[in-house]
């Protein structure tokens, strides 16, 4: 039981987390949409910073729970299961969970560069770059459910 509620934690922190992957990139293309209007800039860049910070508490708290979830065992193992047992697919999903952390990182400091004055990339160019974390998701998606070695 305390291993679903470990889980169901994680898997929530997770899902608040890519909802601030999947948004700050959005508030980046209305950056770039907003032009010369620097009060709409100046709201969007507040929103922009809010979520960033949001995001980092999400992704730390969902950090937490999945150590638990992975390495729990060697702490609590009558509470926990080992449920990697010596299989590689948690390998690649977190290489690709660092990816995805990188991301957002990247779109962060673009946030700070806007408010600092520097040009974003086009609006077409952050479209573009919004897609990118759906991609990864599913393939974290598909290891976790999968476990395919």
Request: hydrophobic share 60%; proline share 4%; aromatic share 14%.
């Amino acid at each position: 039981m305390t291993y679903l509620w470990i889980k169901s934690f994680h898997l929530l922190f997770v899902i608040a987390w890519m909802a601030t992957v999947f948004y700050l990139p959005r508030i980046l293309v209305n950056v770039a949409e907003a032009g010369g209007d620097a009060a709409v800039r100046a709201r969007l860049q507040l929103m922009g910073r809010r979520l960033y910070k949001f995001g980092h508490n999400m992704f730390g708290i969902a950090f937490a729970f999945g150590l638990v979830l992975w390495q729990g065992w060697r702490v609590w193992p009558a509470a926990l299961p080992n449920v990697t047992a010596g299989m590689h697919w948690i390998d690649a999903k977190l290489g690709l969970v660092a990816v995805l952390l990188a991301y957002f990182i990247a779109c962060g400091r673009l946030l700070k560069g806007s408010e600092q004055g520097r040009t974003l990339p086009s609006s077409r160019a952050l479209r573009w770059l919004n897609e990118l974390p759906v991609l990864v998701l599913l393939a974290v998606i598909f290891l976790v459910l999968a476990k395919p070695f």
